[in-house]
């Protein structure tokens, strides 16, 4: 169909990564405004996961090619076959995940097809009158919201963070198709060999992942006061997050930042512990089910997105929430629920 979307997932440790079902989703939303399809694009040379699930959640069709060329990710050949796949499909809108990979291969893509990209979209949609892909995402240093159209040039390509969309409820009423691509032997005949991949422990902290996050700023003060705010994640078996000012201040580690160049968090629930609430912070966090902040300050700008605020001394509040939180739990049998 002219107008048909195509998302470019991702299959990451023989599972499908989460991003792909976002997308999905959007990319759902954005076919349905245009009476037109959704395929979803897999590479991998293993995928524990049922393909089928990716219909029940918003595809018509979904496309994979398995090769064990496709064990490590490798720009040149996603790029290849990516490309072919887009030459033969001719898809109206292209989208894929920031992730790494992502990041990587896309641009090149663009590239090959002559056509623009807008990375590290927040937003997308369909402007009713042209029917052009409204692309949106934070710029000069988050301070705008640019919205970006590709009026001259198909496909419409985006890169979208994770955790920026929800992927739908599960509809096992929902049909479509599974299609078995085999691309060209030459399309995996490239110059870059992966021998191996290393994962870098350093960076294993996930909290991307986490149903409750426990983020701290610049209003802890000095890092020995991130014991108040480990203490309160602990109780709740929470991920801890920061600001950028907390992880530059080196009072925590790069992967713990939340925001516009840290990472994109989505959990149940968000305490924003002494963060005032600058644009970058909130562009990381604000998809958040249930946002909590603690500021002393009634009017930093945390207060205007959260869903409970408390204006209040966090070393203060904070030891009293845990203490209130620990005796909460030990009345229900110790169960964190
Ligand atoms: C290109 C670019 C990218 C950026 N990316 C990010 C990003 O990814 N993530 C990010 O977070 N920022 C990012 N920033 C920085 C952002 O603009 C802010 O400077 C930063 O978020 C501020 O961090 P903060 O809220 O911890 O500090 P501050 O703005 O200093 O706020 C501290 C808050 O603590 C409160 N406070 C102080 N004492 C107490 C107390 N005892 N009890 C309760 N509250 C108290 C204060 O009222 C204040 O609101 C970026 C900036 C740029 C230009």
Redesign the pocket.
């Known amino acids: 169909m002219d107008f048909d979307v195509l998302v470019v997932g991702e299959v990451r440790n023989s599972k499908i990564h989460s991003v792909t079902y976002e997308l999905t989703s959007k990319a759902r939303e954005l076919a349905d405004k245009l009476g037109s399809e959704v395929e979803v694009l897999l590479l991998y040379s293993r995928c524990e996961d049922e393909l089928e699930d990716l219909i029940y959640r918003g595809a018509d069709r979904v496309l994979f090619v398995k090769n064990e060329e496709l064990k490590f990710f490798n720009q040149e050949i996603w790029t290849n076959i990516v490309t072919d796949v887009a030459l033969k499909r001719q898809p109206y809108i292209m989208l894929t995940g920031a992730t790494s990979s992502g990041r990587t291969f896309f641009p090149a893509v663009a590239a090959k097809l002559n056509t623009g990209l807008t990375a590290d979209c927040t937003g997308l949609d369909i402007e009713e009158e042209t029917n052009l892909l409204l692309q949106t995402r934070p710029a000069i240093?988050?301070n705008v919201m640019a919205t970006i159209k590709t009026p001259n040039h198909r496909p419409q390509m985006a890169t979208v963070r994770p955790r920026t969309f929800r992927p739908l409820p599960k509809d096992e009423s929902r049909k479509g198709e599974i299609v078995e691509l085999k691309p060209d032997e030459s399309l995996f005949n490239v110059r870059v060999k992966t021998l191996r991949f290393e994962r870098d422990e350093s960076q294993n902290v996930n909290i991307q992942d986490a149903d409750v996050v426990v983020a701290f700023?610049?209003?802890i003060?000095k890092p020995e006061n991130v014991k108040y705010i480990s203490e309160l994640a602990e109780a709740l078996k929470a991920a801890i997050g920061a600001?950028?000012?907390?992880v530059d201040a080196k009072w925590i580690g790069y992967p713990h930042?939340?925001?516009?160049?840290?990472k994109v968090v989505s959990p149940k629930l968000y305490i924003a512990?002494?963060?005032?609430?600058?644009v970058?912070?909130i562009a990381?966090m604000q998809t958040s089910e249930y946002i909590v902040a603690?500021?002393?300050?009634p009017e930093?700008p945390i207060f205007r997105i959260a869903n409970f605020g408390i204006v209040?001394?966090?070393?203060e509040v904070i030891p009293e929430l845990t203490k209130r939180i620990k005796l909460e739990i030990e009345k229900s049998g110790g169960k964190n629920k």
């Open positions: 240093g988050g700023g610049k209003g003060k600001s950028r000012a907390a930042q939340v925001g516009l160049s840290g512990a002494g963060i005032s609430g600058a970058q912070h990381g603690i500021n002393k300050d930093a209040g001394d966090l070393f």
